[in-house]
């Protein structure tokens, strides 16, 4: 069996954990940020990386005491090392690298997307390659054939904004409050969604990417127009990025043959709607749903000593001169997508 320190700050979560390869979480200590930023109605990068600074060893030390183990008895040191914001990937990926190196264990950098395409598979023992998965986040909209670890095939991305960028946006036009996408979902839970008309970019096409930049600004339209209650738009836009999920999801499962089950993860699977609307899919599909629970799903250390785990038994270990990456695709083989630039 062994012991994976894992450490997370690729955003505003500062996180260390240690998890076993048997898929045991012996300790995950968290700190959020979202007091530091929620007068700006989004993250700094710059107090980001600061708070992570001040913060990340106290939670290693925490970690390990409270596991009861100290650094010598972890067998690898797993830390994101992109993509996300870089100051923040440096500080975790810099400390990873110093503890590593001080306790004499292997580093393993860990690809942040791939700690949550792989994070369903921690809690659920029974998940086995491959997969489909729909990695939906504040950065990333992704669908991918996950056919083993370190082994990705992108079926679709987005080719502007991510739904959980624009659930942030979203929440910012209807001052709701940060973090955005919560934020949205409680106000739904009080709307109607058949009350604003708003589109469905790129549902029913045979492209197979996703797009929300359009619903964003036809959010802002409505917003503007003052004849709509925000909650009701905050329910009618839910339900529109629902349907797109849904609809580009349906289309990819006819490219994903030999699927195990549909599994969905990122921060919007804690969505409840999203996560309704997936397990009917599934069913139609003849597919078991597979999300992580709620807590897995944000942003955090545990995924990242999984992955970390999977990846060390593999023999997929790195170099302490390995750098930061502000961008790092799971599938760098992918075709160029039109609109995505570096987000593909």
Known sequence: MALILGLESSCDETAAALVTSERVVRAHKLAGQEAAHRPYGGVVPEIAARAHVEILMPLVEAALAEAGVTLRDVDAVAATAGPGLIGGVMVGLVTGKALAHAAGKPLVAVNHLEGHALSPRLSDP?????YLLLLVSGGH?????????????RLATTIDDAAGEAFDKTAKLLH??????????RAALTGDAMAVPLPRPLKGSSEPHFSFAGLKSAVARAADSRQYRVEDIAASFQAAVVDCLIDRTSLATGRAAGATALVVAGGVAANQAVRGALTGLATANGLRFVAPPLWLCTDNAAMIGWAGAERFAAGLTDPLDTAARPRWPLDPDAEAVRGAGVKA
Do not use: D, I, K
Request: with cysteine.
């Open 176 to 185: 709701l409050g940060f973090p955005g996408g919560p934020a949205v979902e």
């Open 126 to 130: 029974e998940l086995a390659f491959p």
């Open 141 to 153: 909209c992704q669908l991918l054939f996950v056919e083993g670890v370190g082994r990705y095939r």
